[in-house]
């Protein structure tokens, strides 16, 4: 995207024109986005795609007497903008009025900003991108011979910018980057096959993992789920890897999340300032946090991010909440139109976890969602590995992992270091006592 700096001072300068000629009787939003980018996938040495994309997206929120209306575009001519703001308004008059509606104070919205390290354009050729995927894909081949096929490797690149403003003077905007390599493999044995993938993604190019350890990675993880048993129903402690923590814990989040408080479809209504974790357990938000895939300045409303503890001490300390979740509960709001980076940490942090389970479950795969937010009651299909004495016995296939949230968090016996910290939510391996696992 050439000449980005004049290309957002013309967008604010055409959209502060606009504002000043609209109907002083109603409050405006404009949240535009723009990325352009492309996709290569490579598949058995050859090239399966190769796609650019240049998106831009305009949303128009409108506000009068607590009635709202929205409408997007695509078309970001002066023409399209005015028929997404008539459409919006048109909307706004003809809905329920709603005393929690409205633009956010301008004392909580963003005038100003830090740099936030996460922009980092790289001028990138395509044949050396493709050699890139092909790479990646024959590493993983190369790796073990029972590695049969694959469902190829893949490049994404984007180059975005964000930027707000509304009636009440928010302004903001940002730029990012994001680039990710993956590899999906698939292993056979005994007329029997699995799948299983790895990938990196960060803000900088440069700092991606190397396409030969990740198509190693591929192959690995997909071996190691060759000869898959069933076992017996039974209650024993789990070890989650990082990435099903990861899923644990954003059931947690949407737990917290300012709309199922205030509509009460959650298990942590009145739960502030109550333990939900064991002591050692710390959750933070952090939406400046260098290179984070979440980091960003504001939230979707244009309202400051800001760094928070969720949990301290395994005491929840605050909900996470929208302009309009605050004024539905009576409280402050968060900065959390959306959600940045979490940070999951223990004052205890522990290597090699799996070495000191004498006994249990290792689990690296979850399907379904599987989490009932009003109850906290869980159920999921999992893959995983059977461990005695701190050693891998087989991996097991055909189990649920089934529990209650609370209990499952009450019941955490230690974090591990292993962070992964390709995600917006980063967290190491998990140990959970007492928990049931469905099998045959």
């Not at 405006?28 to 795609?49: C, I, K, P």
């Not at 023409?79 to 301008?106: F, H, R, V, W, Y």
């Not at 993604?201 to 990740?214: C, G, N, Q, V």
């Not at 959650?266 to 939406?287: A, G, T």
């Amino acid at each position: 995207m050439k000449n980005k700096d004049n290309s957002i001072s013309d967008y604010k300068n055409k959209l502060q024109k606009i504002i000043n000629k609209l109907d002083s009787k109603f409050d405006y939003e404009f949240n535009m986005s723009l990325s352009d980018g492309y996709s290569v996938t490579s598949r058995s040495s050859e090239v399966e795609n190769i796609e650019y994309h240049q998106d831009m997206a305009l949303n128009v929120s409108v506000y009068k007497d607590y009635q709202k209306g929205s409408a997007s575009t695509n078309d970001l001519s002066e023409k399209s903008i005015q028929q997404a703001i008539d459409k919006a308004q048109n909307i706004s008059i003809n809905t329920q009025a709603d005393d929690c509606q409205g633009l956010p104070e301008s004392q909580y919205t963003t005038q100003k900003w830090e740099d936030m390290d996460i922009y980092y354009p790289k001028s990138l050729d395509i044949k050396n991108i493709i050699d890139l995927t092909k790479d990646c894909e024959s590493s993983a081949f190369q790796k073990d011979k029972r590695v049969t096929n694959s469902e190829g490797s893949s490049f994404t690149f984007s180059d975005n910018t964000h930027m707000i403003l509304n009636s009440n003077g928010a302004y903001g905007t940002f730029d990012s980057t994001d680039y990710s390599l993956s590899c999906i493999a698939l292993a056979e044995q005994n007329k029997l096959m699995e799948r299983d993938y790895w990938y990196s993604s960060t803000r900088d190019f440069d700092a991606l993992e190397s396409s030969k350890h990740i198509g190693e990675k591929a192959a690995k993880r997909v071996i190691a789920r060759l000869g898959a048993k069933t076992i017996k129903t039974r209650v024993c402690p789990v070890l989650f890897s990082p990435e099903m923590t990861s899923s644990l814990i954003s059931s947690f989040l949407s737990a917290i999340n300012g709309s199922s408080i205030y509509k009460k479809s959650s298990f942590l209504i009145d739960k502030i300032d109550k333990k939900i974790f064991p002591d050692f357990v710390n959750i933070q938000e952090d939406p400046g946090l260098s290179n984070g895939s979440a980091t960003r300045p504001y939230d979707s409303e244009g309202v400051l991010t800001q760094k928070k503890d969720i949990i301290k001490d395994g005491i929840l300390k605050t909900y996470l909440l929208d302009t309009y979740a605050a004024r539905k509960l009576k409280s402050k709001c968060t900065g959390n139109g959306v959600l940045t980076n979490i940070l999951v940490s223990s004052k205890k942090p522990e290597a090699n976890l799996l070495k000191n389970m004498t006994d249990g479950l290792y689990i690296t795969d979850m399907m379904g969602s599987g989490a009932n937010s009003l109850t906290g009651d869980y159920s999921r299909g999992a893959f995983g590995y059977l461990i005695k004495n701190g050693e891998i016995q087989y991996p097991v296939t055909e189990i649920t992992v089934a529990s209650n949230l609370l209990q499952m968090f009450e019941n955490i016996v230690s974090l591990g270091d292993d962070v992964d910290n390709r995600n917006r939510i980063r967290t190491g391996s998990m140990l959970i006592d007492n928990i049931t696992i469905g099998g045959t």
